[in-house]
């Protein structure tokens, strides 16, 4: 089944719970493999399949072994056997492969003790919620990203003890508009560096290959609300999602880039969650949208509040605006990062919060004056992050600042970027680089270790693992710029 099939042709799932509803219902649709996906530490989608005939009820009980010691951030080669445990609510037929393929989303346990595995980030999520309805504060915690990305026609990249490289090109790209074409006529209608933010086709030349990736999400059980073109030239591109559950909605993210890569994939595009892969031109954010209800009531709404918020959701952005230089060691966690959280651009890096102004690190959405759609937008984070981590901690942290009653600085409803050097000193950033942010993270961590939530082993192979495999490579590599400034010294 391609990705261009209507989305009938592919249901999702939807209420079966049961594993002999999820195996009767993929019989009764033709699906011939079963793919068993679960995500490594850093937040990249694993998998391994099954035919349809090894998908038994038992194997919902009792589990399927993996080698745990493969995976990023999980276990020595010594303590390797790791079990999967597939959850029926999550089972859809996938929509970009050729054979009928259903996809299941597993937890990770330890076959030694039976236990949930504290490094599966999906139980990280799973215990974040548990833990918000022991706190009495709130039951449910709702979120709704808004995940940027770049489409491209072609990446090329390499990286040795001798030369190191990127090129990437895209047909909507600006720098295109002179090209004779090889004989093929150039028929312009380019979005020009940040105007991209919404033109009509033929300008924008990704409308259709938008649609088929909505329809494919639509497939695979996932609630679209919207797709557009973004601010940048050259294909960028925002899908946003219908608000869910905390643990959900990280499911749904795992899901979005999965479809976003093989839609395009498909289609002869390439697609990046970079957050910045193009110079001089618009970073790809995920802004966070969160709030907690309570009884099916919403908690962040008060007609009297500025902003129409309680004192329980400005206490909420407190925690957030409190702890966000540590939350960015998981909400924006590359070195690329920092390519697009820089002061003095259009960056989310003011620790302030505003209703309607984008300048701000919390925004108070005011569309309407509903309560049910009173939110807190958070704009650090990106889309290189592992939802599910993010998520948990961004919970966690607006949590921290609801039980302490944590005041964030007084609302600044005036262009951040443009203030006079005397107004700036007093609004605080965001750290500028993944080692700062790393180091807040290493100091600042007892918020996240609250009811068992994050473990210290998780933050501390977050630690190591971004430190020495990210971080440290990119920091002892020549910079190709660095020959520019620095070859005729």
């Not at 959701?313 to 959280?341: D, M």
């Not at 700036?424 to 918020?447: I, M, Q, W």
Request: glycine residues 8%; proline residues 8%; negative net charge.
């Amino acid at each position: 089944m391609t990705a261009t099939a209507k989305p009938t042709a592919t249901p999702h799932a939807k209420g079966a719970s049961a594993p002999a509803d999820v195996i009767r219902r993929a019989r009764e649709h033709g699906v011939q493999v079963v793919d068993l996906r679960f995500t490594d530490l850093p937040g990249t989608w694993q998998h391994f399949s099954i035919p349809l005939g090894e998908l038994t009820e038992d194997l919902f009980a009792e589990g399927i072994g993996f080698d745990g010691s493969s995976i990023r951030g999980f276990q020595a080669i010594n303590e390797s056997d790791m079990l999967l445990f597939p959850d029926a609510g999550s089972a859809f037929v996938d929509p970009c492969l050729e054979v009928p393929t259903l996809s299941l989303t597993c937890d990770v346990k330890d076959p030694v003790t039976g236990e949930p595995y504290s490094r599966d980030p999906r139980y990280v999520a799973q215990k974040a919620e548990g833990h918000l309805g022991k706190t009495g504060i709130a039951d449910t915690a709702y979120y709704g990203p808004e995940a940027e990305f770049y489409i491209f026609n072609s990446v090329r990249f390499d990286q040795n003890a001798h030369e190191g490289y990127y090129h990437v090109d895209s047909e909507e790209g600006i720098w295109n508009s002179g090209q004779d074409g090889n004989g093929t006529p150039n028929l312009g209608h380019r979005p020009r560096h940040k105007e991209g933010y919404f033109p009509v086709p033929p300008t924008d030349r990704l409308q259709d290959l938008r649609s088929k990736i909505m329809l494919a999400m639509i497939a695979a059980g996932v609630e679209v609300e919207v797709h557009h073109h973004e601010v940048g030239t050259a294909g960028q591109t925002e899908i946003d999602m219908r608000f869910k559950t905390l643990t959900r909605m990280a499911d749904q993210m795992m899901i979005y880039k999965y479809v976003v890569k093989n839609v395009c994939r498909q289609n002869g595009y390439t697609a990046t969650f970079m957050p910045k892969p193009l110079f001089g031109d618009n970073g790809s954010g995920m802004h966070v949208h969160m709030s907690l209800w309570k009884d099916s009531k919403p908690l962040f709404f008060d007609a009297k509040g500025y902003g129409l918020i309680s004192d329980t959701a400005r206490w909420y952005i407190g925690g957030l605006i409190k702890h966000s230089p540590a939350l960015l060691a998981f909400a924006a966690p590359t070195t690329n990062s920092y390519r697009r959280l820089v002061p003095g651009y259009e960056a989310p890096i003011n620790l302030i919060y505003s209703q309607r102004n984008r300048s701000a690190i919390c925004r108070i959405p005011v569309y309407s004056k509903s309560p049910k759609a009173k939110r807190v937008e958070y704009r650090a984070p990106d889309p290189s992050c592992n939802p599910y981590l993010t998520f948990a901690a961004l919970l966690m942290a607006g949590l921290d600042g609801v039980k302490n009653k944590i005041e964030p600085p007084k609302p600044m409803d005036v262009d951040l970027y443009e203030l006079e050097p005397e107004e700036r000193k007093h609004v605080k950033n965001t750290p500028g680089s993944l080692a700062d942010t790393l180091a807040a993270l290493e100091a600042d961590h007892a918020f996240l270790l609250e009811g068992g939530v994050f473990t210290p082993d998780v933050i501390e192979t977050w630690l190591s693992y971004k430190r020495t495999r990210e971080d440290d490579p990119v920091r002892l590599r020549p910079h190709p710029y660095e020959f520019f400034l620095y070859y005729d010294v």
